[in-house]
């Protein structure tokens, strides 16, 4: 069965700092997925990573992925008050059911 | 953005009432999902539907039923609504290329 966890669950940190979420899953998987949620929203996508090694950014998030590892991190560069959200990983099992299994969400708080 | 709407968007209902709800989408696809979302969990898989009248189970399936009698429209029922239904439900597709994981507004339901 799959499995996967993130930590932290919580993060605080101040503005301009660097900070890295990971996330770890158990089983081979074919995609990994980085989402973005604002409190009472929906969620947003913010990264796809298809294979070993892949690297996406955008602004200030930057997610990678080790496939050997099974480890997924997410890191933010030089934090601002805007990116205080939650923040999901999700893995894909897409052997017969195309499902998504999530990470239990890292909660970012920004302060200045 | 994937055309994905639900309703109704907040619901309150009594313990013991049955309660439905709805996910429409305009995109066609064939695979359509039911999450639940709470605090420290994450979101969790309900049902799910790989075509109409096709419908499988997902970790927490327990207490819910689900129905597809058409491609644009998935039911998601709770014949005996209790306390621990009290959740945020999400409903998903897929997009192009399994890319990304599109998710409906959600539902804030509450059960007293």
């Known amino acids: 069965e799959l499995k996967v966890e993130q930590n932290p669950l919580f993060l605080s940190m101040q503005e301009g700092k660097n900070y890295t979420i990971y996330c770890n899953y158990s089983t081979t998987s074919d995609r990994l997925y980085w989402y973005r949620q604002d409190p009472g929203k929906s969620l947003e996508s913010l990264f796809v990573l298809l294979s070993n090694g892949a690297v996406k950014q955008e602004g200030r998030l930057m997610a990678s992925l080790d496939t050997k590892a099974r480890l997924s991190t997410l890191h933010i560069t030089a934090a601002v008050h805007d990116l205080s959200a939650t923040y999901f990983c999700?893995?894909?099992?897409?052997?017969?059911?195309?499902?998504?299994?999530f990470g239990t969400g890292t909660r970012l708080q920004v302060f200045p | 953005d994937a055309g994905i709407t639900q309703s109704p968007r907040h619901k309150v209902t009594e313990t013991g009432t049955p309660v439905t709800l709805r996910c429409h989408q305009t995109e066609n696809h064939r695979y359509m999902y039911w999450y639940r979302q709470d605090p420290g969990h994450g979101l969790r898989l309900i049902h799910y539907?790989?075509?109409?009248?096709?419908?499988d189970k997902g970790e927490v399936s327990d207490g819910y039923s689900v129905s597809r009698s058409k491609t644009e429209d998935f039911l998601l029922t709770l014949e005996s609504a209790t306390s621990s239904q009290t959740s945020v439900y999400f409903c998903a597709i897929w997009g192009t290329g399994y890319n990304e994981q599109f998710f409906g507004p959600g539902t804030r339901l509450t059960v007293l």
């Open positions: 999700a893995v894909a099992t897409f052997y017969n059911t195309d499902k998504l299994i």
């Open positions: 539907s790989y075509g109409v009248k096709d419908t």
